[in-house]
């Protein structure tokens, strides 16, 4: 059995797309997942369940979403050593000093070597972006409403799906994974 962190983008923000989070344990403990706890009401939550390709995972909690409350709602899946490593690789360890301030643009997949070289979402903001594995750092000293769409650009330039969570998310998710 693997821990998975499964965020969902763009759930409770604003009128549109709303779950309450005990609906949502509820679904993912009956899509067979154990050991499940979300986080705020955003849509993260830890869960346990079979070893296996988080994209997978993924399109089966994608998949119930739209079974149980009619709505398409974007999944990644990732495990719990990649949610480590994000958090381990923080390029800005050193000035982000507020977490609400720092985030995490998490990429559904590497972006195409080529895309990338075009479309380079790090010239955005070449002073508070980098590129991880799979990840967007960005500090956005000034919040993330004044700081280039890093993940926007990506997502519509690189062929990934994005979503995008603050460090203190980021840290409380490594901490509920145990």
């Known amino acids: 059995m693997t821990r998975y962190v499964v965020l969902l983008r763009g759930i409770n923000v ?3 797309k709303r779950i309450a989070m005990a609906d949502l344990r509820a679904l993912l403990a009956d899509l067979g ?11 993260n939550a ?5 070893d296996g390709d988080p994209d997978e995972h993924a399109g089966r909690v994608r998949a119930g979403i ?14 719990g050593e990649r949610v480590q490593a994000i958090v381990d690789g923080h390029p800005f360890a050193e000035i982000a000093d507020n977490g609400s301030k720092m985030f995490a643009h998490v990429l559904s997949a590497a972006p195409d070597p080529a895309l990338l070289a075009a479309h380079d979402p790090v010239a955005l903001d070449p002073q508070h972006t980098r590129l991880g594995d799979r990840v967007l750092y960005q ?6 409403l004044e700081s280039p769409a890093v993940g926007t650009y990506a997502e519509r330039n690189l062929g990934v799906a994005v979503t995008a969570r603050n460090w203190n998310t980021m840290t ?6 145990g």
């Open 46 to 50: 830890v869960v346990t369940g079979a």
């Open 66 to 79: 739209a079974d149980r409350f009619d709505m398409d709602v974007r999944c990644l899946a990732l495990t």
């Open 14 to 16: 604003g009128s549109a």
């Open 172 to 177: 409380k998710l490594v901490d509920l994974l």
């Open 33 to 43: 997942y154990t050991d499940v706890r979300t986080h705020l009401q955003s849509g």
């Open 139 to 144: 500090w956005c000293p000034d919040g993330l």
